[in-house]
């Protein structure tokens, strides 16, 4: 899949290698190949269902897959368990949040960098290291706030807060804005960039096509499982299989069925409503009508 020899200076930060998972009759994932690449933040996106968290559990070693490989800085760590990959520099928050609800936000952060670091007994984290992660992910204000008691958005950033205190190489995000209001998402947009620009590599699943669009350098696309398309967000947005995928129709349909009030109706039940083109009027070289957006007068 690479054309780097493996572990070779090139090599990919993080490679999936047509990883398969099945669940009984159901396959998760199908064939799965995807990259990410250090200082660059790299989108995984796709319906709900296309298994895309599944292939979070596969890269950070909490699901085996059925075949396939998962290569992490150029060395094979499909067999490898989770606190390996951690140790090899593999942060990941989750979609179901795990920070511990009766310990202040603050000192869930130290618990975070006792467990990667502490617990060798080298290093003690100083109070100044645990407040400049708290505000660098712009949750100081919550500091001494049970963690059970903040927002779910502050909470996230809790999550990713805890992840940096192990100083990860890849970081694994899975929906890691939700919850959050429209300027905290800009914030961590710019966080986001921020970390890749220090030579992190970010793998993020994300629901937030805005915030997808905007921070991502490159974008792999879910749908049953198999990655249908990769590209630069313009490449994405612009892709015939991508607008089938999450709008249920594409570029072959005529236009007048597309506008026409039944047709309409019809391609709005068909739409996967959880991925509502974003900038599609921008860049998008199909006019698409956003879900439940008005129809003009002049063309009812
Ligand atoms: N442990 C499991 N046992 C059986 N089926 C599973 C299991 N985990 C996931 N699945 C199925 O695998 C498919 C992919 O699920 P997954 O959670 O990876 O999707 P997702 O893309 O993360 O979806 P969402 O956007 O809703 O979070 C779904 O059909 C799901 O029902
Ligand atoms: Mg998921």
Redesign the pocket.
Same mark, same amino acid.
């Given at each position: 899949m690479s054309d780097h020899p493996i572990g070779g200076a090139h090599a990919p930060l993080l490679e999936v290698d047509h990883v398969v998972?099945q %669940?009984?009759g159901?396959?998760?994932?199908n064939e799965a190949t995807f990259v990410a690449d250090a200082g660059t933040v790299t989108g995984l996106i796709?319906? $709900?269902?296309?298994?895309?968290?599944?292939? %979070? $559990?596969v890269i950070s070693g909490l699901?085996k897959p059925t075949r396939g490989k998962v290569r992490f800085r150029g060395r094979n760590v499909t067999g490898a368990p989770v606190h390996r990959r951690s140790k090899r520099g593999m942060g990941r928050t989750f979609?179901r949040l795990e920070a511990f609800g009766s310990l202040s936000v603050r000192d869930n952060v130290r618990v975070a960098y006792d467990i990667h670091r502490g617990l060798a007994g080298l290093v003690r984290p100083g109070a100044k290291d645990i407040d400049a992660l708290l505000d660098r992910v712009g949750i100081s204000s919550y500091a001494d706030e049970r963690a059970d008691s903040i927002p779910t958005g502050t909470a996230r950033l809790l999550e990713l807060a805890r992840c940096l205190a192990g100083d990860p190489k890849l970081l694994l995000l899975?929906?890691p804005s939700s919850g959050l209001d429209e300027s905290e998402t800009d914030d961590f947009g710019d966080l986001l960039r921020d970390l890749a620009a220090e030579g992190r590599g970010i793998l993020m699943?994300e629901?937030d096509m805005d915030l997808v669009m905007g921070v991502c350098d490159t974008i792999h696309v879910?749908d049953f499982?198999s990655i249908i398309a990769s590209g630069t967000p313009g490449e994405i947005r612009r892709d015939p299989a991508v607008q089938r995928a999450y709008l249920g129709y594409s570029d072959e349909v005529p236009e007048h069925e597309l506008v026409g009030a039944s047709a309409g109706a019809s391609a709005v039940e068909e739409t996967r409503t959880?991925l509502v083109p974003v900038g599609a009027a921008t860049e998008a070289t199909t006019v698409i009508p956003a879900v439940g957006a008005t129809i003009p007068e002049d063309v009812r």
């Open positions: 998972v %669940f009984g159901v396959t998760a994932v796709g319906p $709900n269902g296309a298994g895309k968290t599944t292939c %979070f $559990n699901q979609q899975d929906e699943v629901h879910l499982g959880d």
